[in-house]
């Protein structure tokens, strides 16, 4: 076998170890960085979505809170009229709701 080809076959060979070696290492590379935004754009998003909840949850037990200390609904001596006309009320002023409902629970049965 002549030298030349000798030469190239050994240097062919050695291009494709290196070759094959860098791109190992820049796949593996690739696939670290992927997943890493992938994990950070998850907890991101995780975040965002857990924030939101608990705003809604807030603004809910606002509600709920002013509803509770509403003159009207407070008080014994409201009628069941005057309570479903605040209730209606306020059910047009935040329309969120899809219904807002109330139970006497001190009635006698």
Known sequence: MKFTIKLTTLFTVIGLIVG????????????????????????????????????????????IRVLANDPVISSRSSTPKQIAERLKKYHSEHKIYTSISFFDLYKAS
């Open 20 to 63: 094959i070696t860098l791109s190992y290492f820049v796949y593996t590379s690739n696939i670290k960085i992927l997943e890493e935004q992938i994990t950070d754009r998850l907890e991101d998003q995780a975040f965002h979505t857990i924030d939101k909840i608990d705003r809604m949850l807030f603004e809910r037990y606002e509600d």
